[in-house]
């Protein structure tokens, strides 16, 4: 089955959801905060280097590809799974087709801040297993591991920012309390975000419920982490709330969350941050996978291909933060919000 449209809600739900597995010495490390650090191309005397956008056929309306993993395994089960290979080939491959990787919350913030030319993608992980993300004896990450790869495949493309999102659920990692994982995590530019305490399907409780799934995992995660922003959350299952809004923002148990984004479960690239059609509420995903097997049509290997040979317009950057830079004739996709800093060309 295709996956489904909600009208109203835009909301992009893959039918395979329901299979029971879906959710089951670096050099210079990514350090000062939560985002990572800025990768724009510096002139001499440390002068960003701005490129004229028709140059670089610059298009920040353009989507970007949100990247969704699970598990990285040896002998897949699901279509959720990827072997440790397959994974390296994929980053790889970003790498060769000059994406830079950006977090979640830079995505949904609009701070896109990478060289002229490159495409920024999103990587997520869902479920905060051990096959993403574990320290060795020597506290550095596994080499087999998710972090482990990207880290590695960074040192060979420097270009390459080491950062991903990890949208995790109770005891991160297999570590109750999750406070050594999570604070490695985010000394190294890594972003946390909110997945629910307990993998709550939200669209299958009441409000109430959905509200304390989500408040109880921000209290979690910032005990790990105090003073931890928790700005991006990814529904369990893709399952939406039936108040859409409390994906959100919602109050239980005397926690307060607000989430600049609210990640589904795979079918589409992202439109851009600037664009008319983005919803902070509903942002699509695509699904790791190979160009064969369910849903194959919706798989990264096929967006990633289309994104390339130009049958979807895809995010490229024109080197400046400051401003946002598109062919004229795109000029309508532009969302009102953003004009003052709009450069068409």
């Not at 089960?77 to 980053?91: H, I, N």
């Not at 991006?232 to 709330?241: K, Q, T, Y």
Request: hydrophobic share 35%.
């Amino acid at each position: 089955m295709r996956p489904s449209r909600r009208s109203g809600g835009a909301v992009i739900v893959a039918s395979v959801i329901l299979l029971a597995t879906a959710c089951s010495a670096t050099p210079s490390p990514p350090e000062g905060g939560q985002d990572g650090p800025s990768v724009r191309a510096r002139k001499a005397g440390g002068q960003a280097a701005v490129a004229d956008p028709a140059a670089v056929q610059a298009d920040e309306l353009g989507a970007v590809p949100v990247l969704m993993y699970h598990q990285l395994v040896a002998e897949p089960r699901s279509v959720y799974d990827r072997t440790p290979q397959d994974f390296r080939a994929e980053l790889e491959r970003l790498a060769r087709e000059s994406y830079v990787p950006v977090t979640a919350r830079e995505f949904s913030s609009g701070k896109i801040d990478i060289p002229a030319g490159t495409h920024p993608v999103v990587l997520t992980f869902d479920d905060s297993t051990v096959t993403q993300f574990r320290l060795d004896a020597d506290g550095r990450p596994a080499a087999d591991t998710a972090v482990g790869i990207l880290l590695d495949v960074a040192r060979t493309h420097p270009g390459f920012r080491p950062v991903a999102t990890f949208f995790v659920n109770a005891d991160p990692f297999s570590e109750p309390g999750g406070r050594k994982s999570l604070d490695w995590l985010v000394k190294h530019g890594f972003e946390i975000g909110n997945h629910t305490l307990r993998h709550t399907s939200l669209g299958k409780v009441d409000d109430d419920t959905a509200q304390k799934a989500i408040a109880d995992n921000q209290r979690a995660i910032t005990q790990a982490v105090p003073g931890l922003s928790v700005v991006s959350m990814a529904l369990p299952n893709g399952s939406m709330p039936h108040s859409r809004q409390l994906g959100l923002r919602g109050t239980a148990n005397g926690v307060h969350y607000q989430h600049q984004g609210v990640y589904l479960v795979g079918a589409d690239p992202a439109p851009s941050p600037f664009s008319t059609a983005f919803d902070p509420g509903a942002i699509p995903r695509i699904r790791s996978q190979a160009a064969t097997g369910p849903e194959a049509q919706f798989t990264s290997t096929v967006w990633l291909d289309k994104l390339r040979d130009g049958t979807v317009r895809r995010y490229t950057s024109d080197g400046d933060p400051k401003k946002i830079s598109f062919p004229r004739s795109e000029a309508s996709r532009l969302a009102p919000a953003h004009r003052q800093a709009a450069q068409p060309y």
